[in-house]
């Protein structure tokens, strides 16, 4: 560079550009500023205007599943929620009326058990309060949490309804739960049976399979004797013509295995499997005094067999002869208990059962039709064979409520099997005992497996048959053939869109396989099972005037009425004795409540008319295709014979950075609150809408500090943006038409992502949309466009086109732009649109994405531009080179030589000012072959840095020959001597 490159003494002519100017800080400040969004929007009721605005705009309806009203929101609530917004929001700005109405289930144990905790830490006993009062406490509770997870969602940015949310206890929501029951038991779907349960002994109440989780737990293991009986002829089964092989199995024993000793009382028969091969092995060799001992002949699966003489101690055995499926189902067996408290005196039959294997035990499976759904199943599908065989098919209730054995298990009285703690008691080794003692033992252990427990307790539960209220799911409904409520749900489930799609088989395959829906729970805060049984024929009453005085009393006292002195006289009336008929006491499970919102809230038209059912979506973590889904498809099917949404949305669980499951005992919970507080609650919005939540998401400290940085880069481009904008005059915007290729080549680029956004919008993928405009405002305008166009937008005259043009782009990226994030960032959206449109009323939610031309598309200009930035790429390398060197101090000071081999890229540069692309004072292009820098992945073009000549000019530091040409300002070049000259004319 020469001596003249730098200059003499220069004018300070900073005040003559047109620098970026805004009052937009660089520090979001969000967790101070986000609230005086939230008190605007509540101050102009922004959720109404949308409403007002987009009255005749078709209806989209997601349909909030409703968080329990019991305790601060967790992060789960938090992405739940979130993406809930996103949807409505991004649905009313696609043109949509999309009202979202928050809701709150507020029955169930977990709130009655809160109030329990209360009582018994004050001495106080439930059972000597009154239920109406009981109830109003669960009430009073329940209303409390729900004012305070209001507040908590609505500071994450959830715009919604606030005012007139949905409760599963309102009057008129437990009446139309309590019509929707009545609805089932007058299509005849509703009975009252016995089968086993999941029964939490902590809870006092049977759980549903939503209610439960899965956890480690250590069970005794037992192999039991079961000594054979007796062994009937059957024909063709060849035992009638080898008396020797029948003589064998007098004194065998059937061994069985099982991780439940204490259902051993229960146990009514052995199941197993005409698939399995069988043998009768003799025991040859064994310690003295061992309970499998020499001589004794046991019946097992032969792959089972060596496994179970190894945990037996048995040194040798052998195997005398097979023992076919015709054998077996001949063979009856002595319960082990047998003669034990003067009781077991009955026959176990032998039952081929399709549930059983040879993967693990003995090939035999214990079974109490009680506790077990297997086990009841097989016990009632073989009532003629048990009739046939003389043996009494009744199901005893051996452990009672309370985990206490009853009287039907004879020599075991006060052991119990789970105590009030959820601890085990001493009922397995009471029963173990008693087996030893009676010479029934084979052998014993423990194994850790993964057991059901109730997910509010965390304690382990039992299966335990009990009388409980079902809805059938393969009775033909109203007597029409074929017209079951599984297969209404499986055809509902096929007209579902699922996102992702793999959610359509995941729930499907649970409808397929679930047995009849349990509707009642043994607790005092829910809505009733509102039926009245007759005594003498144990039928339903099925009267509309009874039905209408019951929902009638709900709608002006609330459920309470159902529990009142003299409800049964007053629902009853002059045309019923009230000592015919028993009032049922049972609630209905709260999944029948939640799954019941369809038709209290979205049928709703006035209360809520703007929303639509079937829902348009439902949106849920995984978990909920057992959960929420699974119900509402259920009921709605019931009641209606469709599903009560269109589209099915699933989200993971967050996990913390390292992939593990979030627990206070680890200490690697992440508080939403936290973050909202340090960060504010738009990076918490980023972070949901960058993941892919159709998995489970990871947060911890390092991805929030990603997803701050990613914020900030994005709140830069837009201070710049608006900083520029300053400089706008919509009466000096230049037509598509007119603007330069760059120009219409950004204008390109929006109308592809006005596709792409939409498109993404209407899929619920948000890591998407941020990931494209992530990349094209990092990317494409941050590090290219207003790279290049910074020169022109601070140095070109008044009148220049280009700067004009760049004014009129910057514009549209603006408006486009702060749509698209809207719904994401919902308060830092709202703060730039006001800092260019701060008049009353105004904000940036009740704006439509904006139309996009079509023109603005041009695939040809698009390709040619990318040929001119592989050129552009190859040259900034070259110069991070010289930078590096500290050969150069900027790319102003270079002028290189480019040589470019191929003739698609000299074609793409003609009439380019490449110099100006490429951010240099001066460029030579020359056609053909140099030694110089070179990318690997663009061939055929080198570059070779050379300084740029002449002088600097003192205002846009540019070093050019000719600056100092013009007399009149003779340290600028000829263009910004024009812009000075404009300025002074304009009066700047």
Known sequence: MTDTATGAAETDYSATLFLPETNFPMRAGLPDREPIWLKRWEDMDIYQ???DQAAQRPLFTIHDGPPYANGNIHIGHALNKTLKDIVSRSMQMLGFNSAYVPGWDCHGLPIEWKIEEQYRAKGKDKNDVPIVEFRQECRTFAEQWVDIQREEFKRLGVLGEWDNPYLTMSFDAEAQIARELM????????YRGSKPVMWSVVERTALAEAEIEYADYESDTIWVKFPTSHIATTAGSGVEDNLERREHLTGASVVIWTTTPWTIPANRAISFSSKVAYGLYEVTGAPDGNWASVGEKYVLADKLA???FAKAKVETFVRLQDVPPAVLSGLQCHHPLRGFGDGYNFEVPLLDGEHVTDDAGTGFVHTAPGHGLDDFEIWMNSGRLLAEKGIDSAIPYVVGDDGFYTNEAPGLDGARVIDDNGKKGDANNRVITALAERHAMVARGRVKHSYPHSWRSKKPVIFRNTPQWFVYMDRDIMGAPGDTLRQRALNAIDATKFYPAAGQNRLRSMIADRPDWVLSRQRAWGVPITVFVNKATNEILKDEVVNHRIAQSFE?????????PGAAERYLGDNYAVADYEMVKDVLDVWFDSGSTHSFVLRNKQKWPHLKFPASLYLEGSDQ???????????????NGHAPYEGVLTHGFTMDGDGKKMSK??????APQDIIKQYGADILRLWVASSDYSEDLRLGKEIIQTTVDGYRKLRNTLRWLLGNLAHYDAKDAVSFAEMPELEQLMLHRLAQLDMQVRAAYKEYDYRKIVSLLTNFMNIELSAFYFDIRKDALYCDPISSVKRRASLTVLNHLFDCLTAWLAPILVFTMEEVWLERHPEEGSSVHLRLFPEVPSEWLNDELATKWNLIRSVRRVITGALEVERREKRIGSSLEAAPKVFIADARYIEALKGQDLAEIAITSDIEVVSGTGEGFTLDDVSGISVVPELAKGTRCARSWKILPEVGSDPEFPDVSP??????RERAAAGL
């Open 665 to 670: 005992s680890l200490g690697n919970t992440v």
């Open 625 to 639: 295709h057992r959960g929420w889904f699974h119900s509402s498809l259920l009921e709605s099917c019931a009641t």
């Open 306 to 308: 060596a496994e179970t």
């Open 975 to 980: 263009r910004d001597a024009q812009a000075l």
């Open 183 to 190: 609805q089932v038991s007058n299509s005849g779907q509703l």
């Open 49 to 51: 205007l949308q409403r």
């Open 556 to 564: 002006e006292e609330g459920a309470d009425a159902w529990f009142k």
